[in-house]
């Protein structure tokens, strides 16, 4: 788990900020195999809409460079509630560590906030794996403590929406089966939230080599074609639902 103090935290977020302000404005012709990427991963007190998030990370990519230049900033965050026990044995957080270690949201927020925005204002997209989960833990958290909001049009990709239109296997679909599926190799454990940002990162480059023509998806195209991915899946999750007599599954992407 992120255990970094609050000065090399808020160090990490100022290299972040000033390597995407350095970054190339992207058009909607750049392709998904070409563009630079901010990936994004927390770790949460639950998965209610009343939980906040413990731990977030952002990774910059360069295409060019891959992950030997990546700029990476972490924060520990005080979420001033209650860790689930489920939670804490998922991400190892302890409520005593993180009123000790923790940052104030407010602080930690803001600037996750502003690095997304601005890498949003170069058209660089921001990837989480299954991401309507923290960008839903990220708005929540914003408007908790009275900030910035995310900007209302995001360009996101979503490894998960990816692979399961194209790939077409068996099995579990979490983000371990998934690198394990790609050979991608963890850069330390599982469920540490910099350790699963650079792993989802990692999984578009395999996927666009197996796949070429989700390499060739353009900037401008994503977000719908992952929302048309989406309710395919949706639609045939459902009818496998139905045939266990099991309700349907209600939500749509982002």
């Known amino acids: 788990m992120t255990s970094t103090s609050p000065a090399a935290q808020t160090h990490s977020s100022n290299i972040v900020m000033?390597?995407?302000?350095?970054?190339?404005?992207?058009?909607?012709?750049?392709t998904l195999s070409q563009s630079w990427l901010l990936g994004c991963d927390t770790e949460t007190t639950g998965t209610g809409s009343e939980d906040a998030i413990v731990s977030a990370s952002l990774v910059l990519r360069n295409p060019e460079t891959g992950s030997d230049g990546d700029a990476i900033a972490e924060w520990t965050?005080?979420?001033?509630?209650?860790?689930?026990?489920?939670?804490?044995?998922?991400?190892?957080?302890?409520?005593?560590?993180?009123?000790?270690?923790?940052?104030?949201?407010?602080?930690?927020?803001?600037?996750?906030?502003?690095?997304?925005a601005k890498a949003q204002s170069k058209n660089i997209p921001l990837l989480a794996y299954n991401a309507p989960f923290d960008v839903r833990m990220l708005s929540n958290d914003l408007q908790r403590w009275n900030l910035e909001p995310l900007p209302e049009q995001l360009l996101v990709v979503d490894p998960l929406i990816i692979d399961r239109e194209i790939s077409h296997r068996?099995?579990?679909?979490?983000?371990?089966?998934?690198?394990?599926?790609?050979?991608?190799?963890p850069h330390g454990d599982f469920h540490d939230a910099t350790a699963d940002t650079i792993a989802a990162v990692d999984l578009i480059k395999p996927i666009s080599t197996l796949y070429p023509q989700v390499g060739a998806l353009k900037l401008g195209e994503l977000m719908d074609w992952q929302r048309q991915a989406h309710e395919k899946w949706r639609v045939s999750f459902n009818e496998w639902m139905s045939s266990r007599g099991r309700g349907p599954v209600t939500d749509s992407w982002l």
């Open 18 to 30: 000033q390597a995407i302000t350095e970054a190339p404005h992207q058009d909607e012709s750049t």
């Open 77 to 116: 965050i005080n979420p001033h509630r209650h860790i689930s026990a489920g939670a804490s044995q998922v991400n190892g957080f302890t409520d005593e560590y993180l009123q000790a270690n923790g940052m104030e949201p407010a602080e930690a927020l803001t600037a996750i906030g502003s690095i997304i």
């Open 170 to 185: 068996r099995g579990k679909r979490t983000l371990t089966y998934t690198t394990e599926y790609y050979g991608v190799e």
